[in-house]
């Protein structure tokens, strides 16, 4: 009888170490409520989006979200943050991202022999960065003043639905286990009385 609670008791802690992990990660990481833009600025050239805010979590679409890309971030969740892009939706390293767009590299025009025409490339320069650090004041302000989309607030939804259905699928199981132990040992005791 000893011996059939002590196997019994090996097979529960073997399933509950085995299927735990395996569904740990779906309510170890806490959700922060955000409400701002980023823009892609990766030095790699794009952004992975993931099912999950780590880089251990799958990519939730091929390939990757293009420099330059204006993202809402709905929530966040230590450095990452929850977005949706081109109808997929998931966690960015927040890292690679800015707060503004980035610079636009302007080509370096050849030299020019004349005099005049270099004059004229010089002011054409200054007045580029003169109203490239206006737009980004405008740009500051703007996004300062800009509230989040109706796919921003479908996007909170998907999250926590998200959240809430592995929540359930963890409790789910769970529960199977409990109900699996208490056959077996409703099986052992019907043994241990024959």
Do not use: C
């Not at 609670?5 to 399933?15: K, M, P, R, S």
């Not at 990519?59 to 890309?69: L, Y």
């Not at 927040?94 to 025009?109: F, Y």
């Amino acid at each position: 009888m000893k011996k059939n609670f002590i196997v019994l008791g090996l097979v529960l802690v073997l399933i509950i170490v085995n299927v735990l992990p395996a569904f740990a990660d779906a309510v170890t990481y806490d959700m922060d409520p955000a409400d701002y833009y980023v823009y892609v600025a990766t030095p790699d050239g794009g952004l992975n989006l993931r099912h999950g805010p780590g880089t251990n979590y799958d990519k939730a679409m091929d390939g990757r979200i293009p420099d330059g890309v204006r993202l809402y971030i709905s929530y966040t969740s230590g450095n990452w943050g929850f977005t949706s892009y081109n109808g997929y939706q998931g966690w960015v390293a927040l890292k690679q991202t800015s707060a503004t767009p980035p610079d636009i590299n302007v080509p370096i025009e050849q030299p020019i022999e004349d005099i005049k025409k270099e004059i004229k490339e010089e002011v054409k320069e200054e007045v580029k960065d003169e109203i490239k650090e206006e737009t980004k004041e405008e740009t500051k302000e703007t996004l300062a003043q800009q509230k989040p989309d109706a796919n921003s607030q479908d996007d909170a939804k998907t999250a926590k639905n998200a959240m809430a259905n592995q929540i359930l699928l963890i409790a789910a199981i769970l529960i199977l286990v409990i109900i699996i132990a208490v056959l077996i040992l409703i099986i052992v005791n019907m043994r241990s009385k024959r």
